[in-house]
């Protein structure tokens, strides 16, 4: 029985994906946990694995096609000797490259089987060819042990499974039809302001050139524009004096040197901060729709520019980890997300961010809060400048601005100060870092 293969959800925001390339080819044998394609979503290409086994019979959507959307059926696989040529047309769900003129399969192999119920409620996960094996021989799947992704059940599984010893002659009587499930709402329109229309022709006399959105900065258009109209922003701006700091930088990278670690300013602001959430724990929050939720752990996140849009990275247990040990793990985060090789759970998640723009030279600026995150803090370049020292004098310091946004809902506006205070207090005393 030919089974269709479908386009996967790889991160619970996905609505649809790019198929960058296919690992296998028409004719090739499928196992269980093979890996078929590299399909990009929005933020990051990924590896998709096979859940059945047969042959690859037809490739139904050409590698680079873009805007394939979720469930849409991607290739049919089939058993050995087994054809698709009696299948019905795919529907025309992508746009981009265009489709194979491949085919699915008929209508009535078109979904996989819903996954049966187990005793006691819990649901069994197997694959459409390993049910229909199983009914044909009797087998109780709540019985046989999955060996595929997950604990699913596979057509190696029940073949070598033993039939029940009291079959029964005939099936149980259907039971009653569940409700259809509610149609899921549209993907909200996106924001666009004026319409392109209008757009257009204001500028039709005007030499320019079309650039289409791709997945990733469509995601940041509508989360962004989300973001300003839904969360009430407020914004606390500080200035940190950075001297001790860069003495005590110097200091670290020189006893590094030999292990080949070199801490940046970067380093300690992540530091500092992770720290900062443990010392004002009621800041260490985000916004659930019709609650909060308070984080334990320090999940710091940071954005990172790559093409076309940008990344932001989540370094979990910050406040637990060493200063080298944080920048090791952030040029590693940082290298695959310029390459889009990160994985969901390695930029989704955290209380709050750090957008640091100062190695650019922007002396000061106001980031967007990411939701759900309650707070972003923006950092700006170290600048040389004329300072009032402690015993009153005039003198010199390098300062650096700093504007933490606040969702006002999570965060008030004393809370937000006393959480910015406590990260100044840890980037003037750096030592207290490392204690």
Not at 126 to 138: D, Q
């Amino acid at each position: 029985m030919a089974v269709q293969i479908l386009m996967p959800a790889l991160s619970p925001t996905m609505e649809e994906g790019t198929l960058a390339k296919w690992l296998v080819k028409e004719g090739d044998a499928v196992k269980s946990g093979m890996i078929l394609a590299e399909i990009e979503t929005d933020k990051a290409t990924m590896e998709f694995e096979a859940v059945d086994e047969g042959i690859m019979g037809k490739i139904l959507i050409a590698e680079g096609t873009s805007g394939v959307k979720v469930n849409t059926p991607i290739a049919v696989l089939v058993e050995e000797g087994e054809s698709v040529s009696d299948a019905a047309p795919a529907p025309a769900a992508v746009v981009g490259a265009p489709v194979s003129t491949a085919v699915p399969v008929a209508a009535a192999t078109a979904a996989p089987a819903p996954a049966a119920p187990a005793s006691g409620g819990a649901r069994v996960f197997a694959s459409p060819l390993a049910r229909r094996i199983a009914a044909e021989k009797g087998l109780d799947l709540t019985k046989v042990s999955g060996s595929g992704p997950h604990g699913r059940i596979v057509r190696a599984d029940v073949e070598g499974a033993a039939p029940l010893a009291a079959a029964p002659a005939s099936a149980p009587a259907a039971a009653p039809a569940a409700a259809p499930a509610p149609a899921k709402p549209a993907a909200a329109a996106m924001p666009t302001g004026m319409a392109a229309e209008t757009v257009l022709k204001m500028y039709a006399d005007r030499q320019f050139e079309e650039v289409p959105l791709d997945g990733m900065r469509r995601t940041i258009a509508a989360r962004l524009t989300e973001a300003k109209q839904t969360i009430p922003h407020f914004y606390l701006r500080r200035e940190v004096r950075l001297d001790a700091l860069m003495a005590f930088r110097e200091t670290l990278n020189k006893q590094l040197e030999g292990r080949g670690v070199k801490l940046s300013v970067n380093d300690f602001i992540i530091k500092a901060c992770a720290m900062a959430l443990q010392t004002v724990p009621d800041a260490n929050a985000v916004w659930a729709g019709d609650r909060m939720l308070r984080l334990k752990p320090s999940d710091v996140a940071v954005a990172v520019a790559v093409e076309g849009g940008l990344f932001t990275p989540v370094l979990r247990d910050a406040d637990k980890k060493s200063l080298s040990a944080l920048s090791a793990e952030m040029k590693d985060l940082a290298g695959r997300a310029k390459t889009k090789k990160l994985a969901p759970h390695e930029y989704q998640g955290g209380s709050f961010a750090i957008s640091n723009l100062g190695m650019m030279g922007v002396e000061n600026f106001d980031a967007v809060i990411n939701p759900p995150h309650g707070s972003i803090l923006a950092i700006g370049a170290g600048v040389r400048k004329p300072v009032v020292l402690a015993d009153g004098t005039v003198g010199v310091a390098t300062v650096m601005s700093m504007t933490l946004s606040v969702d006002h809902r999570v965060i008030d506006g004393a809370l937000g100060a006393a959480f910015l205070k406590a990260v100044i207090e840890g980037l003037e005393n750096p030592v207290a870092m490392l204690a």
